[in-house]
């Protein structure tokens, strides 16, 4: 294996990395959101809600808007419910004939 070829494939581990840290990062983020806005009432959820999009659109621009972090919660909610299934079935995996 020449250097290039070994730059790449480290390029390639560390890439890998990164990436399966920001997505353990954004679900850690996401669940801590579900329960900081379902945690509420509705008219208290909602408030915090907007203050939420509004500070973190000042903080990191486009893409906090109301609707979007409800969509976050939704995602999140459904990701742990097809995460469940999904680890269910691997375990059952070497069970099926």
């Known amino acids: 294996m020449n250097k290039t070829e070994e730059s790449r494939g480290l390029f390639d581990e560390i890439s890998g990395l990164i990436e399966q840290a920001r997505r353990k990062v954004a679900s850690a983020i996401n669940g801590e959101m579900v329960v900081i806005m379902k945690s509420d009432s509705a008219k208290y959820g909602k408030q915090i809600v907007q203050s ?4 973190l659109t000042q903080q990191y621009g486009r893409g906090f808007s109301v609707q979007n972090l409800w969509h976050s919660v939704k995602f999140h909610e459904t990701y742990q419910i097809l995460s469940a299934v999904q680890r269910e079935f691997s375990g059952l995996n070497g069970h099926i004939r």
């Open 52 to 55: 939420l999009t509004a500070q």
